[in-house]
């Protein structure tokens, strides 16, 4: 797999020309290796934040991007010359972990997806479930608090301000200024603000307590939130993807003891909790499933 | 439509005894009209509290009821002597209102019921959604504040400890002990104890604004929860059911004010949110479409 950052901040057009690039760099090279042929290049597969209007190719709305009532779809498709499908991403994930990854072979899916944002996407009877308009599965905006944190967007108690990869750095930044004992700040040389997620996790893995501690609070709140959608969807499978999947059993264990507290005991029994297997290549394998599905028909 | 109280205090046979006797005095009823005779009633539909298993027609667990893996549906088929099916009593309602009454046409619906719990039913394409092991839709104990209100289940701020008839009635008597203005103490002869949420909606029939003050909170509640439920499920349609929406714009206002303040914007604008058309008859007309999808096919 191929990835760059997206660099939204130079504006939309830039972060187009970029994709388009790596797709015909892709289709290049492909040739000059002699693998594949142009007309190998049947189209192309998109999954994008959302939400966004499927029909149309077009972004509605990414909080995190700043993207408003963007034609993502036919921008890129027209550029590369193939036809393409959009679906958000965590939609395009979740179907990726079922075609070729941790829930191959179970028809009831939700996937939770942990970075700037969290996303979900939900699986039903082996398809991807968009609702009525194209916007269901986001999670991330779930109130877990009615009165609790801030978060970017605007209301309070979601569970994104909590559990997301930001509110995860910002708890632990916290903390340390309330002088906790850690590794973390001598991570980023004394300068709190560099302190990401993934400094947590470093330090977890390098045995400092006060980050187990930082993700084991993060896994009650998105146990919280992960035991209302036990109870709500009742899943056969919740996959768990994200940089902080790398905790492991410091983020799984406690999630899990929270969901068995908090949900109704058959619908916890009845689901299986577990990270991805395709990692980060889950989305990109999963846009090329929901191309096939919306062109070309079941895989 | 009969109906009587379900006295589950007595015991579980009492329970079951009277279904039963209800059953066979609308049959004895019809025969003795001349309407029908005994040929023409081919089968029971049943709706419960849950969660409850559907395949083998058994209760696994009612708080409210205190029935634990209760073989419900073969205890009423067999003294009948009529095939029988079994399904949640807020599947039922809802598929009852997708059938008859206010989600007629609409292929994406919630169900919410107000009453002693919390009840929700989702149907999907059509269908009713069971998920994984019949549990899908138990939106009751949804937190909605982790550190909120205790819930009669044992965990910490469930949409139920707000919002459910009794929770009403709590956070009613709440205020009047702080000495409240209201009429509601006179409707109970000044004992507190006695209060209902059927008295806080009679109050504000009456024009009571400390009875119109809590059905507004209850109504910030709710929306919080269903805010929630119109981000990860994208319904085209929420029918809400129950006493308390006797209450009217007092109700439905401040719910679907504080739905489009948490919920994406695109999900709100996709999502009617209306009261019932069927009321209480939702659940009987519903557990007669049950039977007759599970045993005679499409409607």
């Given at each position: 797999m191929r990835s760059m950052p997206t660099d939204a901040h130079v504006g939309a057009k830039f972060v187009v020309d970029r994709i388009v690039g790596m797709i015909q760099g892709v289709m290049r090279d492909a040739a000059r290796e002699g693998e594949l042929d142009d007309d190998a290049f049947i189209g192309i597969g998109l999954g994008s934040p959302g939400p966004l209007d499927r029909e149309t190719g077009t972004v509605l709305e990414t909080p995190n991007l700043g993207w408003r009532n963007f034609p993502l779809r036919d921008l890129i498709g027209k550029s590369v010359g193939l036809p393409a499908e959009l679906d958000n991403d965590a939609n395009a994930a979740t179907l990726g972990e079922c075609w070729q990854g941790a829930a191959r072979g179970v028809s009831e899916v939700l996937g939770v997806t942990l970075g700037t944002g969290i996303g979900g996407g939900l699986v039903i009877n082996g398809e991807v479930y968009h609702g009525a308009s194209d916007v269901a599965g986001e999670i991330g905006h779930m109130t877990i608090d009615s009165t609790g944190r801030r978060c970017a967007c605007g209301n309070y108690g979601c569970l994104e301000a909590y559990a997301s990869g930001p509110a995860i750095a910002a708890r632990a930044v916290e903390g340390l200024e309330a002088e906790a004992a850690s590794l973390l700040p001598d991570m980023v040389d004394g300068d709190l603000d560099r302190i990401t997620a993934a400094h947590v996790s470093e330090a977890i893995i390098a045995g400092d307590e006060y980050a187990a501690d930082v993700m084991r609070e993060t896994a009650r709140f998105l146990g919280t939130g992960v035991a209302n959608l036990v109870n709500i969807l009742n899943p056969e499978m919740i996959v768990v993807s994200g940089g902080v999947t790398r905790a492991g059993d410091h983020l799984f264990g406690p999630l899990k003891a929270e969901v068995r507290k908090r949900a109704f005991k058959v619908a916890a029994d009845a689901c299986r909790i577990v990270p991805s297997e395709?990692?980060?290549?889950a989305g990109v394998i999963g846009a090329a499933a929901t191309f096939h599905l919306a062109r070309l028909g079941p895989i």
């Open positions: 395709l990692g980060d290549t």
